[in-house]
């Protein structure tokens, strides 16, 4: 009755090695992605959703924590890179820098609100969080309101990487999301991951064994909070633009969409999912409104015919971790 | 002090909404375990119902108000026979998902057919025109939207805390297995009270429509805030829920007067207050 996923495999040595194996072949897959002539800002695209999906997943997947509002560290880093970047003129690794610690600081905080209820009601903070947050940033002078930050240089990555070129873009953000990848990766297979599975099956006989279970969960929020920071400052060098739509309930909506067509609670789930959802939106843009209704069909759909997600269902048949 | 007055009943007004709205979530909560993120598309649809009974049908206001809540509530109830109740015993947020999926849907299909901006609806001939208080104007027709809401909060609390009906449907809240045993048809309950939850968004909506016009949108927003109600108030009692829904709306009303900047974030500031105080929610009971 507590755990949300269905996809509750142990993970036993060999399953490490299957999923490293998976990783090996997803990195090498991404790393010729510019060879390949497919459109490398879609590709990087994804990646940033990607990496967003797989730092909600952390949360949900391994602690069994519903956010609802994950866009606001999207958003918040989306702001903070892009003021620095534009306004301060900083470089850009200090501006990734600063979006950052600015979602570090903004999961500091509503960690410590949000991780006071559970269940339904963590994910119902935290999306009120976030709308809180939306009318801030709809307000505050620094974000332009409805127009956004726009036209944002991309710089000199440590002053010999031209930014501006895609390909050189391109292996910047695929290293920034292989770098949060692996975080993850290691996060779940750590003693500290253990603990958290352990919270999501059972809080109370965890609080029994003298685990500090809130610790734990604020301590799984940062990190997934400030992950999806790091994503959303990555997005502003893809999107040249930081705006109101990444702090909106239809973006905290659409990471939950990815990562539930992926599969929550696996390990490669959130990235299938985004690479999906991403391509959808892009081929269904002249759709207007529809693109809607088909998202919350296939939510519907998901709920209730599969609910272990694509990679949950391979994963399922294989009878392997994934 | 006019201008004081004015928004104290825009605050009372939107805390009719909030009060309708939340004790239909509870309602819900308690007999599904399932937050029903589609109840401001739901919301929504009783506007449109209303407004449509008139246009097509040529049916007024009054009809509306008694026609609306009965179809929302059938629709809801099929709904729930056709999908929520395949996700019953599973966890609570997979409910939250699958609402959450409902309400896109909703949603994107009157936003294709009607836009985004509003359509008229008339306050019906009874209730135009207003009255002066001598400290205050009032136009008839928003004194009578926050009477009948009390009138109603209190009549739904009536049936569930004081009814035979309410009785089963508190015990089946607690133990359906028991209920069950005793011969009491609970899955039928179980449907019934999502179509009175639902029903009660509806009409919520059809009050709404001659103040803030038909919207497809009109739901989207107020849904978030009536979340943040029920974290304050919790979803144990449904009189906490009628009393924190009126007292946030009023809150809401003198933000706007005394600093309209954070009229939109006050509801989502004082949850964090409260989250911060008095973690279980101001009616007391952990979840």
Not at chain 1, 138 to 165: N, R
Not at chain 1, 209 to 233: E, M, P, R
């Amino acid at each position: 009755m507590t755990t949300i996923t269905e996809n509750t495999v142990p993970a036993p040595p060999r399953a490490i090695r299957d999923e490293m194996i998976v990783f090996v072949i997803m990195a090498a897959l991404l790393a010729i992605v510019p060879f390949t002539g497919l459109y490398p800002f879609f590709v990087m695209q994804a990646l940033c959703f990607a990496l967003l999906a797989c730092a909600f997943n952390l949360l949900i997947g391994y602690g069994g924590l519903l956010s609802f509002g994950h866009a606001m560290f999207l958003g918040t880093a989306g702001y903070c890179t892009a003021h620095a970047l534009k306004v301060w003129g900083l470089p850009p690794m200090l501006g990734i820098l600063v979006g950052v610690a600015g979602s570090f600081v903004l999961s500091v905080v509503t960690g410590y609100i949000s991780i006071r209820r559970q269940g339904i009601y963590f994910a119902m903070i935290t999306l009120a969080l976030s709308q809180l947050l939306y009318f801030i940033y709809l307000q505050a002078p620094f974000t332009h309101g409805e127009d956004g930050i726009q036209g944002i240089p991309q710089g000199w990555m440590f002053g010999v990487l031209d930014l501006s070129k895609p390909t050189v873009l391109y292996y910047v953000v695929l290293v920034g999301f292989l770098a949060g990848f692996l975080l993850i990766f290691r996060t779940i297979n750590s003693p500290f991951g253990e603990v958290l599975k352990s919270i999501r099956e059972n809080e109370q006989r965890a609080i029994s064994l003298g685990y500090k279970t809130d610790q734990y969960k604020l301590l799984a929020f940062i990190l997934s909070g400030t992950l999806a920071g790091l994503a959303g400052s990555l997005k502003v060098f893809v999107a040249q633009n930081a705006s109101l739509t990444d702090v909106e309930v239809a973006m905290s909506g659409l990471i939950v969409l990815m990562t539930l067509v992926g599969g929550l609670g696996t390990v490669f789930g959130p990235v299938v999912g985004a690479f999906i959802i991403v391509a959808m939106q892009q081929y269904l843009a002249g759709f207007g409104q529809w693109v809607q209704v088909i998202q919350g069909t296939i939510f519907v759909a998901c709920v209730l015919l599969f609910r272990r997600g694509i990679v949950g269902e391979i994963a399922h048949f294989f009878k392997r971790s994934l | 002090m006019q201008a004081l007055y004015a928004q104290l009943l825009v605050g009372l007004i939107n805390g009719s909404f909030y009060a309708l709205l939340s004790l239909g979530l509870a309602v819900i909560f308690g007999m599904l375990n399932i937050i029903n993120f589609a109840h401001g598309a739901l919301y929504m649809i009783g506007a449109f119902c209303a407004y449509f009974l008139l246009n097509i049908a040529g049916l007024g206001y009054w009809w509306a108000l008694l026609l609306a809540p009965i179809i929302v509530g059938i629709f809801g109830m099929v709904l729930e026979r056709t999908m929520l109740q395949w996700i019953a015993g599973l966890d609570h947020l997979y409910g939250l998902l699958l609402t959450f999926g409902l309400a896109l849907i909703l949603q994107g299909v009157f936003q294709n057919f009607f836009g985004s901006s509003g359509l008229p609806y008339a306050i019906p001939d009874q209730l135009r025109g207003g009255m002066n208080l001598g400290f205050m104007f009032l136009p008839i027709y928003r004194g009578w939207v926050v009477v009948f809401s009390l009138v109603v909060c209190i009549a739904t609390w009536f049936l569930i805390e004081r009814t035979r009906l309410g009785a089963y449907l508190r015990a089946a809240t607690e133990n359906p297995t028991l209920v069950r045993a005793f011969g009491i048809n609970v899955p039928r309950m179980i449907t019934l009270t999502y179509g009175l939850g639902v029903g009660l968004a509806a009409l919520a909506g059809v009050l709404s429509a001659p103040i803030n016009q038909v919207r497809p949108l009109m739901g989207e927003n107020i849904i978030i805030v009536v979340f943040a109600v029920v974290v304050i108030g919790g979803m144990g009692s449904i009189m906490g829920s009628i009393i924190t829904g009126f007292a946030l709306g009023v809150i809401e009303g003198l933000t706007k007067y005394f600093y309209p900047e954070a009229s939109n974030t006050v509801v989502f500031v004082l949850m964090v207050l409260v989250l911060l105080v008095k973690p279980t929610g101001l009616t007391g009971r952990a979840a």
